[in-house]
Every structure is written in structure tokens, then in C-alpha cells.
């Protein structure tokens, strides 16, 4: 049972910073590409940053300059370090990974339960 776990969450002031985890566990054999996606109230889940196995990374146009996006393949944990928040970060953030559990299997897609970022004004 392979599982996505976000963490670091909460609420910060406009201007402040916040770092989000995503630990994967469970029977892994291979991750893929991950990434982070987030959900305001009444709107779709957008992409925020993407990063590939090899390392390559893609932001959304409103958070680039702000947010980093890393991974530790070691640790099969995704990170999302967020500088300069503003009130429009508001919202719930997911984890999104391609892992599969074994070698002849193939990649699916698993999501995080969500972590709420607050961000006041």
C-alpha cells in the first residue's frame, strides 16, 4: 500500500514563509515525476510545481521566483519550500507522485490527503 503524507501546513502572515513535506512509503520501487497541486475554495485543483526523476522542474507563472520545488530520492520525499506568500497562496496543497511497487509493474498515479495553507493579510 503505497502512501503520500503531506506535512507543513498552517497559517502564516503575507510575506512569510512555509516549507511543505510530501513523504511517500509503502512498497516503492520507482518514483517518477511529483509534484504539487492546490485547491482554493470553489475553484479546480491547479498545478503549482512539477519536478521529474531526473530533475527537471516547471512552476505555475504565479509562484515562480517564490516557491522551490526539490525532492530527496533517498528519502522518497518531495519538498515545496514557499517564500513571499501572499493571501492568493491560500488553499488546500497536494501532493501528486508516479511510483510504481515493483520492477516489472507500471507507474500510477497517487495523491496526498491535502495540507491547508492559511495565508492572512
Known amino acids: 500500500q503505497v502512501r503520500l503524507v503531506e506535512s507543513g501546513g498552517g497559517l502564516v502572515q503575507a510575506g512569510g514563509s512555509l516549507r511543505l513535506s510530501c513523504a511517500a512509503s509503502?512498497?516503492?520501487?520507482?518514483?517518477?515525476?511529483m509534484g504539487w497541486y492546490r485547491q482554493a475554495p470553489g475553484k479546480q485543483r491547479d498545478v503549482v510545481a512539477t519536478?521529474?526523476?531526473?530533475?527537471?522542474?516547471h512552476y505555475a507563472d504565479s509562484v515562480k521566483g517564490r516557491f522551490t520545488i526539490s525532492r530527496d530520492n533517498a528519502k522518497n520525499t518531495l519538498y515545496l519550500q514557499m517564500n513571499t506568500l501572499k493571501p492568493e497562496d491560500t488553499a488546500v496543497y497536494y501532493c501528486?507522485?508516479?511510483?510504481?511497487?515493483?520492477?516489472?509493474?507500471?507507474?500510477?498515479?497517487?495523491w496526498g490527503q491535502g495540507t491547508q495553507v492559511t495565508v492572512s493579510s
Open positions: 509503502g512498497s516503492i520501487f520507482s518514483i517518477n515525476a
Open positions: 519536478i521529474t526523476g531526473a530533475g527537471s522542474t
Open positions: 501528486n507522485g508516479e511510483l510504481k511497487a515493483t520492477p516489472a509493474g507500471r507507474y500510477r498515479d497517487y
